[in-house]
């Protein structure tokens, strides 16, 4: 044991090492080679026959932020002496001169920041035709704050209660002709225009024609409200900028969630109706401290920055500690998780050891001259450039460690835990992973934002050090409002580690079905796990308009399945059918089931004989199947019994056998939300700029993929309880429920004008898994079956006995696999938001 500890600790420093040697030689390498470009004249009179049309688009409906789009085509007589510097190679020092003087930007005065912040999701592209040369220049950015923003050719200031448009004329090019100047406010008409333009038919679209010189258009117009208060909530210094996405409304979620979870805990306790066993005991107890710890790491996670900002305000302290506030906050989230999650003494020394070391080390970086850390006030170099990887990867690996670990304490698998050595090493690759992620995504921004620089020299004070810097510097913030999210999945294991320690049926034999504290805390799994949260509004959270209905109709589906459901029918004094038939044998009913479906097919095939004989034969029949549905409710065929069971024998059972299911149907499904939120279109460009996007990646998976199992977990507990005769007809009741919110917010969402993208995908795509995962429940419950019939179809229609219901289903999961083809296709082919 003690050499395995030793492979483990020796692996972790190994790979950390690895990080740490990349990006030194990352950075201590040759610069880029680039010679000084000829010195060539960027004269406007050498540009003078230049044609140019141009751009600005405005988008603001259905997106978080607004975007602008600037397109750009310019051409140039091939003439021009510098023609074919812009044939040459991307890289080309003469080719990057060259668009800096054709486009007037990449060489900003002395003290301004060289790099070009804009993003070109279009690769920018010469063709050469007879006598021009056509330069097309696409560019988009997302009003994210209030503030500047250049992008192509305009710049967009964007401030409170007005946004201004204005073209930035290159100086090379103020004689040549702008045949079209164009400008689509996406939507608001324009509170002032200059020069006077040419309006189109919504009023929303300027345009200037042959222009030569250009007189800078300047448009200025009021914003939609809802991405206003968005571009409002996420700037720095105003007020409501504590209430946005990345301060309460961030943190609502997981305090609604953590509060919840603990209410949960209560109703499971007064549910028992008696003194808890110990092991119900220690379930409850990790539920409710799991509830106090998730609402205290998601207040750390997004207010601690805000409380730190009041203090620093009040107390007028000097510098900005902000990166050090968010990487101790990781680093005390990760210790706290581990701690919770019981780790041996052994590692959680260890994992102490860990923590001290990251904050010595930014303490010392803080006391001393030398840039060691991003945290520090000097430019990090020399043995920085790799500490500051080490630093940042370290508090990943804790929080890592800490989410397997309290988990596994969640589901409260006892001695069925993964060992030390093994969360050891996933957390080290997770950690890995994600900070090689950084790693190649810094290389990707900087080319992207130093596509017109040279000034490219690994030298203190250049541009790339202080990019390099800066990306250290924001990564803490960036993986921390992850990892909280992550963190929230953790309650799912909470409850269902709860619910199975703690279920009534383990003690009353004629438990067939949740109680009423277990439907409650189901209710709250759905609402909570389940059902995604779209909701949005003006930069605001409104989750609780998510919750609200989420639970009205859980509880609906409740009400509507204790009326409607086969198990529930008042059988012999009154008590539920479930609870008198839940001590007989499971087969008994598969066999009166078979004889059931026998006497209807022989009294719709009588055959040949007398009309007497085939009388008396139907008379006989009907007695039979008589007496048969004398011993059931009214209503209730023998037939229905084994359907309304399902394949377990307790609903506990059927829960975990569902959920299994719809872990593998669900996959299609994951796959399909995940290329939708984060690759169709230029999302994967946006994506793979992201310094935390590992785990942006690992949240997305775990998000849809803990919707479709959380959702079968779901419809398998409540499988007796709920309306439907057969199982796709229950999962469909299950859908509607999570319908219901995911519609209420696509309404609010047209209405306001905010971002619905997702939401016809996501509701489809859980249809088609639920009912996928009613159908294969059915098929199992009839699994004994198998073996009269050749094939798996055969047995289908057996199971059904309805080929027009069977055909129905099939163009139902058509109609759903077009809806999401739609939406596949379709919403809009610009990316979500980038984090910075």
């Known amino acids: ?198 309006f189109g038919e919504d009023r929303a679209e300027l345009s200037w024609h042959d222009k030569k010189p250009i007189e800078v258009p300047d448009v200025s117009f009021r914003p939609p409200a809802a991405q206003e208060w968005a571009a409002l909530a996420q700037t720095e210094g105003q007020i409501w900028e504590v209430l946005g996405v990345g301060g309460a409304s961030g943190a609502f979620g997981g305090v609604a969630t953590g509060l ?54 009040r107390f007028l302290w000097s510098g900005d500690y902000t990166a050090t506030v968010e990487l101790f906050s990781i680093v005390f989230i990760g210790v706290v998780l581990c701690f919770f999650g019981q780790l041996r003494r052994w590692l959680l020394v260890f994992v102490c050891g860990l923590a001290a070391c990251v904050v010595s080390l930014c303490v010392a970086a803080e006391l001393s001259v030398a840039g060691l850390l991003p945290t520090s006030d000097i430019l990090i170099e020399g043995p920085g450039l790799g500490l500051a990887v080490l630093v940042d990867a370290v508090p990943v690996f804790l929080c890592c460690l800490g989410i397997i670990a309290s988990g596994q304490r969640l589901l409260c698998l006892g001695g069925r835990r993964l060992s030390q050595g093994a969360m050891v090493c996933i957390a080290a690759g997770v950690s890995g992973a994600t900070m090689l992620w950084a790693f190649l995504s810094f290389d990707r921004s900087w080319e992207r934002r130093s596509w017109l620089n040279d000034v490219v020299a690994n030298t203190p004070e250049s541009p790339l050090a202080k990019a390099y810097d800066a990306w250290w510097w924001w990564f803490a913030e960036d993986a921390l409002s992850v990892l909280a999210d992550i963190i929230v999945f953790l309650t799912a294991l909470a409850l269902v580690g709860a619910l199975r320690v703690c279920r009534a049926e383990q003690h009353e034999a004629d438990s067939f079905t949740p109680n009423a504290a277990e439907k409650s805390v189901l209710a709250v799994f759905f609402v909570v796990i389940v059902v995604p949260n779209f909701a949005w509004y003006f930069g605001f959270s409104g989750y609780a308009a998510t919750l609200v209905t989420g639970l009205a109709a859980v509880s609906a589906l409740l009400a509507l399945g204790r009326s409607k459901s086969v198990l529930e029918q008042p059988a012999a004094g009154d008590a539920p059918l479930g609870k008198v038939i839940s001590g007989t044998d499971r087969s008994q009913w598969l066999r009166l089931a078979r004889h059931y479906r026998e006497l209807t097919a022989r009294l719709h095939h009588l055959g040949s004989g007398s009309q007497a004989e085939q009388s008396a034969s139907q008379e006989a029949i009907e007695r039979e199947i008589d007496q048969l549905d004398q011993c059931l409710p009214e209503g209730v065929r023998p037939v229905d019994l084994p359907f309304a069971l399902g394949p377990m024998l307790t609903w506990w059972g059927n829960a975990c056998r569902c959920a299994l299911i719809a872990c593998f149907v669900g996959l299609p499904a994951t796959g399909l939300m995940y290329w939708i939120d984060l690759v169709r279109g230029d999302s994967w460009a946006v994506m793979a700029e992201n310094s935390v996007g590992f785990l942006k990646v690992v949240l997305e998976i775990l998000y849809w993929h803990m919707t479709w199992v959380g959702g079968g977990f779901f419809l398998g507990a409540l499988w007796r309880d709920l309306p439907g005769r057969h199982g796709p007809m229950k999962a469909l009741y299950v859908a509607i429920a999570f319908a219901v919110p995911v519609g209420f917010h696509q309404i609010i969402a047209q209405i306001t004008g905010d971002a619905m993208q997702g939401t016809i995908a996501a509701s489809a795509a859980f249809a088609s898994v639920m009912t996928c995962t009613g159908l294969v429940m059915d098929l199992q419950t009839f699994a004994s079956e198998r073996r009269y019939w050749p094939s798996n179809a055969s047995l289908l229609v057996y199971v059904y006995q309805m080929r027009i219901a069977s055909v129905a289903f099939c163009l139902a999961q058509l109609l759903v696999l077009v809806t999401i083809w739609k939406s596949f296709k379709e919403g809009g082919p610009t990316a979500p938001p980038p984090s910075r």
Request: include cysteine; proline fraction near 7%.
């Open 1 to 198: 044991m003690i050499h395995f500890r030793r492979h483990v600790l020796l692996s972790l420093l190994s790979l950390l090492s690895l990080l740490v040697l990349s990006s030194a030689l990352f950075l201590a390498g040759p610069a880029r080679a680039a010679d000084p470009p000829r010195a060539r004249s960027c004269n406007p009179d050498r540009l003078a026959g230049t044609k140019i049309t141009t751009s600005a688009e405005l988008v603001h409906r259905g997106r978080d932020a607004s975007t602008i789009t600037s397109v750009t085509d310019i051409k140039i007589p091939a003439g021009w002496e510098r023609t074919s510097d812009l044939l040459l190679d991307t890289h080309s020092p003469f080719y990057r001169d060259a668009l800096r003087c054709l486009l007037g930007k990449g060489a900003p005065a002395k003290g301004e920041d060289p790099l070009d912040y804009e993003w070109r999701l279009k690769p920018l592209s010469v063709e050469l035709s007879g006598k021009w040369v056509t330069v097309h220049y696409e560019a988009v950015t997302w009003i994210q704050t209030l503030g500047t923003y250049e992008v192509g050719l305009w710049t967009l200031t964007a401030g409170k209660g007005e946004w201004r448009v204005r073209l930035r004329p290159p100086p090379s090019l103020t004689k040549a002709t702008w045949e079209t100047v164009r400008v689509r406010l996406g939507g608001p008409s324009a509170m002032s225009a200059w020069p006077p333009p040419t």
């Open 260 to 313: 919840l979870a603990f209410v949960a805990g209560r109703w499971l306790r007064r549910g028992l109706r008696r003194d808890p066993l110990p092991a119900e005991e220690r379930a409850l107890k990790g539920l409710d401290s799991w509830a106090v710890i998730l609402v205290l790491v998601t207040v750390v996670a997004y207010l601690g920055d805000d409380l730190y900002g009041l203090l620093q305000r």
